[in-house]
């Protein structure tokens, strides 16, 4: 069957820390995956898109990987801040435009 | 722009009564999408428009939900008539493909609805 898992744990660091997010599929091929940010209260905000040919994308202190082997993306946010505490979604197109999405990880950054 | 604007944000209804969510995207896309998240089943696609036509409707979960895109800057979703299993937060996102290949979708604040 066709999955999408993301860490189901909240996930627990430091401030100053880097948090890394897992994101797994099975019996997917997608031409590109998504990475979202949701605040309690609010919709998703895009984040970061990651193309099937392409490793690695950076954006200020965030980066994401993607390995078509593994089937398998990482998502890092480097120094982390208390102000990155949020659910954090997946997201592989499926058919075209379609989206679908993980269950999204919790991430909590103490001061 | 404003973003994608949702009304009404919250919606409590009794059981059978029927329920009309609203939604403007961002002007200049061409692609809307609704979604349905719930902490059980997360966030999933129910139907998707382009260019106002529906594309996929294969996640409406039957025939008491429809949706309707009469022109570009208005889509709406549509419980009749309503279940307690319904409630659930409701979004509408959209997306526009300039080159030809999918971007990001913007996400509205959602409506919350609460069916007893």
């Known amino acids: 069957s066709q999955k999408i898992e993301q860490n189901s744990e909240a996930l627990n660091i430091q401030e100053g820390k880097t948090a890394t997010l897992t994101c797994n599929y099975t019996n997917y091929s997608p031409a590109y995956l998504q990475w979202y940010r949701q605040d309690p209260g609010r919709g998703p905000v895009f984040l970061l898109l990651i193309r099937e040919n392409e490793k690695e994308k950076r954006k200020e202190r965030l980066k994401v990987t993607f390995d078509t082997t593994l089937k398998q993306s990482l998502f890092h946010i480097t120094a982390s801040q208390p102000a990155d505490s949020a659910t954090y979604l997946c997201?592989?197109?499926?058919?075209?435009?379609?989206?679908?999405f993980g269950q999204g990880t919790e991430l909590s950054v103490k001061p | 722009d404003a973003g994608v604007i949702q009304s009404p944000r919250h919606e409590v209804t009794e059981m059978g009564q029927e329920v009309t969510l609203r939604c403007k995207p961002i002007?200049?896309?061409?692609?809307l999408f609704w979604y349905r998240q719930t902490m059980m089943r997360g966030l999933e696609l129910l139907i998707y428009f382009n260019n106002n036509v529906p594309i996929d409707d294969s996640g409406m979960p039957e025939d008491r939900f429809s949706a309707k895109m009469p022109n570009a800057s208005f889509s709406t979703l549509k419980i009749q008539p309503s279940e307690p299993r319904d409630s659930a937060v409701y979004f509408c996102a959209s997306s526009s493909t300039p080159r030809g290949t999918w971007d990001e979708q913007y996400f509205g604040p959602g409506t919350r609805l609460t069916v007893t």
């Open positions: 002007s200049g896309h061409d692609y």
């Open positions: 997201a592989l197109n499926n058919q075209g435009g379609k989206l679908i």
